[in-house]
């Protein structure tokens, strides 16, 4: 696959590719953002790898308390979900 980085003034460099994308969320973006689909999708793009992150922060952060603390056992996880209900 060939990548070009092109040249804008933006912050951030853009790199150009090619994505086979089902025509419903092209038909929707380009519905709502007909000038920008490309901002729209790289948007998609950032709060899915943000969100990937998070996920894999919560995650370490669950192992380093497990081995820190221990497992909770069924009694712990319990009373947790019955505080959050």
């Given amino acids: 696959m060939t990548t070009m980085i092109l040249e804008k003034s933006e ?3 853009k790199v150009r590719r090619t994505f086979t994308l ?3 969320l092209v038909e929707t973006l ?3 953002e ?3 689909l490309s901002g729209a999708v790289n948007a998609a793009l950032r709060y899915a790898v ?4 998070k996920r894999e922060s ?3 952060l669950a192992a380093d308390l497990d081995a820190q603390f ?3 056992d069924k ?5 947790a979900v019955a505080l959050l209900s």
């Fill in 34 to 36: 007909p000038d920008n």
């Fill in 75 to 79: 009694a712990e996880i319990d009373h």
């Fill in 70 to 72: 221990g497992r909770p």
């Fill in 58 to 60: 919560l995650a370490q």
């Fill in 11 to 13: 912050a951030r460099p």
């Fill in 22 to 24: 089902d025509a419903d």
């Fill in 30 to 32: 380009a519905a709502s």
């Fill in 50 to 53: 943000e969100r990937r992150a």
